[in-house]
Structures are given as structure tokens and as C-alpha cells.
């Protein structure tokens, strides 16, 4: 069951490869698509991201990724290959063992992660403990490297404290620390910075991205924020109502955008403007993930928008460069 | 001969509010949530107001508004003295502003239709009869680009941005000098954003509708507001016209954070 | 939602059959509930007799009384709902609208009775004020409130930082347009719950004080007065216990099942929020 891989293998392949991924979630009223077919690949030590505004299902493709939902509410069609090892029909003990370990995970609230009853030391020594690698003093000194690493000054200081003595800023700094601790492969970051004042968040990332060189870690990050992804990710995925509309590389994407979603949000996002001229948002609704529509999802919305565009599924254009594009008149 | 001044519309001066430590039951030591903050606002103008959680924004939209009191401080809009020194505070409804807020999900009561939200300002106000309300929420509601219909609904059959604009549209039927936007575009996709910005440009041209809008994103201030103020910590420590102040910040702070701003080069 | 439907409509109908009892008695049996009538004393229920359910040691026919202890359950534990349901509801209301020291008085109060044994509370009063139904009602009123005014002070504590309570003070809305307008109308889908758990609990208590023979006078046919008076014929004549019994036990289980159904609807735990 497990790849083992030599060395130069586990350097190229990638980390985690989605293949015709569609998640739903079984509710009272029947099943609820999530993301439907979506296929994305993260390379070692890649920040990938997942960009998508409310109702694109983003919220909830972590949790659904890394099977936090009972199975019995999940369905999973698809591959989901981490480290060569298809998950996505992997048992619960499965699972236990990959998160916290191989795979890291930080929300966007870090206050519901963190007990407010242990002292942050513990809490971090618990990360690691539960995986059993390290002993009881290997496990102490890695706290305080941890906590160096997320830019603790007085490390000793710190992990004497409960978490409301934190701010939300440095909450989230030790969220990272616990789920770095196992030197994961990957780290799946759910809107993590959503919640922190500006300057906070720029000194999250700057931890991420120095975080990312030293361990070589792949980041899958889910955000709405165009501008922070363009910063600091490697590569982007443009989610809209559960579909993946386009990836490529974040600055290329974001500078040219092939598909007339991204196109038209990147227009929109709010900058000065020049002699008094406005910018426009983009008219109508975001569809409901459970509304069923045959064809495009953005067709309603979008001017290039033609019949074939709502007769039927519209497939993915893989490009030679690595980018794909699911429309039929993208721009150039 | 002198110059005519012009008269601002609002005219702030030395506001300060301290918070907890009064009262024996308070363990609290007293912070300052504003120290001396004095601004003006111009007729028909947007002002910006940037700052983090801790500036003391917020408390002053409060204090503006008249949910909360001054400890100390001037207020004037269009020359009538809102409160001050040894003067009692003009309630909230008398003072011509009114708000909008930054959660379109809990700034309508989901038991009221529409047309209710809309119309409570008048009910409260009083003097008006039924007819005449129904004819002033239908006017507003189309100032804010919905039909007559939407007063049947709830608020659940709208989206977020619809949703603020009710909002605005529940301010406007007052007929305010001055609105307050705190935050009111941070809870918004990006698409849905763009549209409460313009129409919010919109009432500053067609209705003369000065707005003190209250953000922490650069990006947004640089697109809507004429002039800025920077706050941090109960202070203002920086304030002018908006380009000058984003590309030519003096205090430190304004460097920090528009460098901290994430951008699209 | 299929839960939601099964369990309101088992619950309407055990409950409905109680109503039913209660509204039309009259026309399932021409016997009143207090006539005697030594000769048929003890006669086994005989769906095709005179007396359906049978009858009492003193000849009283079961089911008119069943129909009168209809009437007067639901009557005692309405009444005791309305009152205590709607006092509880505004105090608790004002009390997390205005939080402070008003606040504090309020809860101190309700901290205090809530220390008193409900029971012996009701024993009191009615030993003191005598037996009759508007006291009954009363002492089983003078804690149920309690609850409601928990309920109604958590949701107003939340309700009134809410933005639509603040827009409607700078709109100039005093306490009572506020306390109409927007903190009672959110506070009924939950009150509305507890009333329907709240009425079968006063359903037992009234039963109780019945049984122990302090509850409304004796003459006034009642379930617990009825399973007070079985207890002793319970081997030779057990409809006289079991008919009584089963008459709380669908009144209660359908009042329980219609809230627990009212519950699930109004307080969906939805962790499950897409998109």
C-alpha cells in the first residue's frame, strides 16, 4: 500500500495531485455538490492557490479534503493522490495518521483550534506527541525551535501562556508552529489570515513563505483575497461555483487571465480611479452550489457567453505550459 | 474685506472617550480609546477614516452617531452644536447621520419584511401617515436600484450586497446630512463590492450625501474617498487627499501599513 | 425532513386525540362525570356498553370523567403556560436587554426562587389559599416562569448587540419600540419550544398535586385525582388506574413530540454551512 520512493523520486513528484475530484455532502435534502471534477497538482515545496468568493465552494473543500466530516455525510468521487497514496476513499485510522503529521492544517479562526484551558508549550508538545517520533526532551527543544521559527522572541515566555493571553495574530503564529511540528509534506491553509488586521497578516506570510524554503513545505491555500495569492503564491486555481475555471502561474494568471471570470474580478477589485471613471462589478448572482445548470456556471454572468457555453459541460483545455482553462471563448 | 469661510458640514474637535476603570465593579484598567481627535468633514465630500482593530475607529463612528457619549470633545454638523461642553448631547435621531454596518447578516431583523426595515425610521419618527411612508420606501428603495416588490420580502431572499444595500436604503429614508459607512464593504465578495461603492458614489452626486466611510483597505479608500484620515491608537497621525497621503505618507505608520497592504503590481 | 414530519404528526395525533376528548366528550357519552350510580359499580371498560371505559367504584362513568380530565388538564397547563410563559418571556427580556445592575437584581430574584422545590412551593400556596382552580393554576405558575426568562434573557443578551438593534436606536427607537419590534418577535420560535415541554411538565405537576389530594377540588374529576382513587383497586379493577395513567401518557407524549419536532426546526444544528 505504501510508495516508497527514492529520494530523487520524492523530489519531483508532486506532493498532492487532485484527478476528477467532486465532492458533496449528503444533507437533509439530498446531496449538495461542493466542487465538481476538479483536478489540480502541488508541487514540492509549491504554494498553491485556491481562490474563490463565497458560494464557490472553497469553504469547505479543506474539511472535505481531509475528511474532518463523518463519512457518512461525505461522498468523494475521484482521486485524491498524496505522496503517490490515493486518500480519497481512505479509511478513518488512515486519515488520523496523515493529518497532523504528513499533512498540517490552519483555519481561518484559530481560537477554535487551540484549548483554552493548556498552556500553548503543551499544546504544541501534544501535536507531536500523539505521532510518537520524538522523545519527551527532543520534544521540548523542537517546541522551542518551533516557536523561534513563527518569530517568538522569548520562546520560554510563551509557552507558559494560555491562549486569550494571545492576540490573534500570534494565535495564529502558533497554529502554525502545531501544524509544522511533524514536518508535514504539505500544509493546507484554510483562509488563514481572513480574521487579522493587515499588518498582522503580512507578517503571517512572511512567516509562511520563509517556513515554506526552510522545509521544502507545499502549501495549498484557500483564500478570496486576489491580491494576498498574487503575492505569495506559486501557482493559482480560480474556483466558481464549484468549478475550477482556470489555473496557471499566480503572476501570469493574474496579469493575463485567460478566462473571463478571473478576468472580470481582477477589473473589479478596487483601485484609484483615473479622471473620475468608475470601475464595475460583475452583474447578477453567483449560482447556488445545489442549482443544477446545464453548461457554464458563469454563462449568466458573462458577456462572451454564447449557446454552446449553456448547452453542456464545458471540458478543461490543458495547455502545453502547464494552464488550464475551461471555456469555450476565453480571452487571449 | 474678509474671504467667506466655508463651513465644513462636520466639524469635530478634541473627541476623547476613555473605557473601563469606573465604578467599583470594574477591574478593567481605563484605556483611551481616543485622544484628542478634531476633523472636519466637507459638504458633499467622502472622507475616509483607515485604521486597524485597537485605532478607535469604530468608537468615533459610535460617538458621531450618538450610541455612545464623548468624555470629552465639540461635535457641530452644519453649524448646530451636537454636543459639547456643558450642553446636553443631541439624541441620535435628531442629529441628521445615520450608519450602515459591516455585517449585512445581522444589521436586518430576519422577522421584518423589507418594506418594514425600510419604513421603521418614519414609524419611530412618527407624524407621517401609512400612504405617505409606503410612497417614501418605494422612493428610496429605488434609489437603491430595487423595485417596489422587494418590501414584501425577507431579508433572507437577498444576498449579502443586496442586503447592504436595504441598509443604505434604511438610512437614506431619513434624509441624513451625513452617513457613516463602518465597514460596510468588508463582509463582500469582491464582485458584489464594487457595486455598494458606486452606488455610494451615486448619493454623493445625485443627492449631495457627504459619507464618512470607515475601512481598514487601502485599496477601497483609494477608490472611493477624496480625503483620508490615518488612525492608530485613539490618534489621528495622519491625515489629507487621499493619493497624497497613499503615495506620499509621512508618519511611519502610514508607511507600515501601506506597505503591509497587499497589491497587484 | 422526514424526522420533522413523523415526529409532529405522532405527536398531533396522540395530542389531537386529547382535544378531541376534551372538545367533543359531550357527544361520546350522555353520562356525567359525577353520577353515581351504585348498581354498575366496577364495571370492566366494554367498547359496546353504555359505559365504554367502565366504571368507577361509585358507579361514575370512566370515560365522561377521562373527558373532564381532559378539560381540565389542558385548561391548567394553557393557562399555566400563557402566565408563566408570557411573564417569564418579558422580565427575562428586559433583564439581557439592559443588562448592569438591573440585570444583576433581576437574576439574583430569579436565582432565589429557583432554589425553592417546585412541588413544595405549589403545596404552600394551596394549603394556604385553599384548593380551587385559578390557585392551582397559580402555584403551578410561580416557578415555571423561570425557564422562559432564561431563555429570554440568553437571546436578548445577543439580540441586542445585534446591528439591526443599534440602527434602530439611532433611528431614534426607544426601549419599548425595540423590546416590540425586535427583541420579543425573536424571542417567540424559542419560547414556543419551551411552552410545549413546559405544558407537559405542568400536566405531571397538576397530576401529582391531584394525586396527593391537594390539587383542584375533589369533585372536579382529574387524571391524578382518577389514578389517586385507582390505587387501591388497582388488582380487582385496573382500568380504573391504567385508563387515568394512559390519558397523561398521551398528553404528555404528544406535547413532548410536537416540541421536540418544533426544536429540531427551529434550532437546526447545521454545521454543515456550503458555499
Not at chain 1, 227 to 244: E, N, P, T
Not at chain 1, 299 to 328: E, F, K, Q, W, Y
Not at chain 2, 3 to 16: G, K, N, Q, T
Not at chain 2, 152 to 163: A, K, N, V
Request: contains cysteine; positive net charge.
Amino acid at each position: 500500500m505504501q510508495a516508497i520512493d527514492t529520494a530523487s523520486e520524492t523530489e519531483t513528484r508532486p506532493v498532492l495531485v487532485a484527478d476528477g475530484l467532486s465532492l458533496a455532502v449528503r444533507g437533509a435534502s439530498g446531496l449538495t455538490p461542493i466542487v465538481e471534477d476538479i483536478s489540480f497538482a502541488i508541487a514540492r515545496g509549491e504554494c498553491f492557490a485556491l481562490i474563490g468568493e463565497s458560494g464557490s465552494g472553497k469553504t469547505m473543500i479543506a474539511r472535505a479534503i481531509m475528511q474532518l466530516l463523518p463519512k457518512s455525510l461525505l461522498e468523494i468521487k475521484g482521486r485524491l493522490i498524496f505522496q503517490g497514496r490515493d486518500i480519497a476513499s481512505a479509511d478513518a485510522a488512515t486519515m488520523r495518521s496523515l493529518r497532523g503529521r504528513q499533512i498540517g492544517m490552519i483555519f481561518q479562526e484559530p481560537m477554535s483550534s487551540l484549548n483554552p484551558l493548556m498552556m500553548i508549550g503543551r499544546q504544541i508538545d501534544e501535536a507531536m506527541q500523539v505521532h510518537g517520533v520524538l522523545d519527551r526532551r527532543q520534544r521540548r527543544d523542537r517546541v522551542r525551535q518551533l516557536l523561534a521559527d513563527v518569530r517568538f522572541d522569548a520562546p520560554d515566555e510563551i509557552r507558559q501562556k494560555y491562549p486569550h493571553e494571545l492576540s490573534g495574530g500570534m494565535r495564529q503564529r502558533i497554529m502554525i508552529a502545531m501544524a509544522i511540528a511533524n514536518e508535514p509534506a504539505l500544509l493546507i491553509a484554510d483562509e488563514p489570515t481572513t480574521a487579522l488586521d493587515v499588518s498582522i497578516q503580512a507578517e503571517v506570510m512572511e512567516i509562511l513563505s520563509r517556513l515554506r524554503r526552510k522545509y521544502h513545505l507545499s502549501v495549498l491555500f484557500i483564500s478570496h483575497d486576489l491580491s494576498l495569492v498574487y503575492q505569495h503564491a506559486d501557482r493559482i486555481g480560480v474556483l466558481y461555483s464549484g468549478v475550477l475555471m482556470e489555473t496557471g502561474p499566480a503572476q501570469a494568471l493574474i496579469h493575463h487571465p485567460r478566462h473571463p471570470y478571473p478576468a472580470a474580478l481582477i477589473s473589479c477589485a478596487p483601485r484609484r480611479r483615473t479622471a473620475g471613471q468608475r470601475l464595475k462589478g460583475i452583474e447578477g448572482m453567483v449560482p447556488s452550489l445545489a442549482a443544477p445548470l446545464p453548461g457554464c456556471r458563469f454563462a449568466p454572468r458573462c458577456s462572451r457567453a454564447s449557446d454552446d457555453c449553456r448547452a453542456g459541460r464545458i471540458a478543461a483545455t490543458h495547455n502545453a505550459d502547464g494552464t488550464m482553462v475551461r471555456c469555450l471563448h476565453p480571452l487571449s | 474685506m474678509t474671504v467667506p469661510e466655508i463651513v465644513p458640514l462636520l466639524r469635530a474637535a478634541s473627541i476623547a472617550k476613555t473605557f473601563g476603570g469606573d465604578g467599583v465593579w470594574s477591574r478593567a484598567a481605563p484605556t483611551a480609546a481616543l485622544r484628542d481627535v478634531s476633523f472636519d468633514v466637507a459638504r458633499g465630500a467622502i472622507l475616509g477614516i483607515v485604521g486597524e482593530s485597537g485605532s478607535g475607529k469604530s468608537t468615533l463612528a459610535r460617538i458621531l452617531v450618538g450610541l455612545t457619549d464623548a468624555d470629552a470633545g465639540t461635535l457641530e454638523l452644519d453649524g448646530r452644536v451636537l454636543f459639547g461642553p456643558g450642553r446636553r448631547a443631541v439624541p441620535t435621531f435628531a442629529r441628521g447621520i445615520q450608519m450602515i454596518f459591516q455585517d449585512p447578516y445581522s444589521s436586518l431583523n430576519p422577522r421584518m419584511t423589507v418594506g418594514a426595515v425600510v419604513a421603521e425610521g418614519l414609524r419611530i419618527r412618527g407624524g407621517l401617515g401609512g400612504a405617505e411612508i409606503a410612497a417614501r420606501v418605494t422612493r428610496t428603495l429605488e434609489l437603491v436600484g430595487f423595485t417596489a416588490d422587494a418590501c414584501r420580502r425577507y431579508p433572507h431572499q437577498f444576498s449579502g450586497g443586496q442586503r447592504q444595500r436595504i441598509s443604505i436604503a434604511r438610512a437614506l429614508v431619513l434624509e441624513p446630512k451625513l452617513l457613516i459607512a463602518d465597514e460596510a464593504v468588508s463582509a463582500l465578495d469582491v464582485s458584489v463590492q464594487m457595486q455598494i461603492l458606486n452606488l455610494l458614489l451615486d448619493l454623493q452626486s445625485q443627492l449631495g450625501l457627504s459619507i464618512i466611510f470607515i475601512t481598514h483597505n487601502i485599496a477601497v479608500v483609494d477608490y472611493l474617498c477624496d480625503r483620508i484620515l490615518v488612525m492608530s491608537r485613539g490618534e489621528i497621525v495622519e491625515r489629507g487627499p487621499t493619493a497624497q497621503v497613499i503615495d506620499h505618507p509621512t508618519h511611519s505608520y502610514t508607511r507600515s501599513l501601506i506597505a503591509a497592504a497587499p497589491k497587484i503590481a | 425532513m422526514q424526522w420533522f414530519d413523523l415526529k409532529l404528526w405522532l405527536g398531533a395525533l396522540c395530542l389531537g386525540a386529547v382535544v378531541f376528548l376534551a372538545v367533543f366528550g359531550n357527544l361520546l357519552t350522555s353520562h356525567r362525570p359525577d353520577e353515581q350510580n351504585l348498581m354498575v359499580s366496577l364495571e370492566p371498560p366494554n367498547l359496546l356498553s353504555d359505559y365504554p371505559l367502565g366504571t368507577d367504584q361509585l358507579g361514575r362513568d370512566i370515560l365522561a370523567r377521562m373527558v373532564s380530565g381532559a378539560r381540565v388538564s389542558l385548561a391548567i397547563a394553557a393557562s399555566v403556560v400563557v402566565l408563566s410563559g408570557g411573564f417569564g418571556l418579558l422580565l427575562g427580556a428586559l433583564s439581557g436587554y439592559f443588562g448592569g445592575v438591573r440585570d444583576t437584581i433581576i437574576q439574583k430574584v430569579v436565582e432565589t426562587m429557583w432554589a425553592f422545590p417546585p412541588i413544595l412551593l405549589a403545596i404552600t400556596i394551596l394549603a394556604f389559599f385553599g384548593q380551587s382552580l385559578g390557585n392551582v393554576i397559580l402555584a403551578l405558575s410561580i416557578q415555571r416562569w423561570i425557564p422562559y426568562c432564561r431563555i429570554a434573557r440568553a437571546q436578548a443578551l445577543t439580540l441586542r448587540g445585534k446591528d439591526f438593534v443599534s440602527a434602530s436606536r439611532i433611528m431614534g427607537g426607544r426601549t419599548v419600540w425595540i423590546m416590540s419590534h425586535h427583541i420579543v418577535p425573536n424571542l417567540i420560535a424559542s419560547a414556543i419550544v419551551v411552552g410545549t415541554f413546559s405544558m407537559a411538565t405542568a400536566i405531571l405537576a397538576e397530576a401529582s398535586l391531584s394525586f396527593l389530594g391537594i390539587g383542584v377540588p375533589p369533585d372536579i374529576a382529574t387524571y391524578g385525582g382518577m389514578l389517586a382513587d385507582g390505587r387501591s383497586y388497582v388488582t380487582e379493577a385496573w382500568w380504573l388506574a391504567v385508563i387515568p395513567g394512559l390519558g397523561i401518557f398521551f398528553t404528555v407524549l404528544g406535547l413532548n413530540l410536537i416540541g421536540d419536532a418544533l426544536r429540531d426546526q427551529y434550532d437546526p444544528k447545521s454545521h454543515l454551512n456550503i458555499g
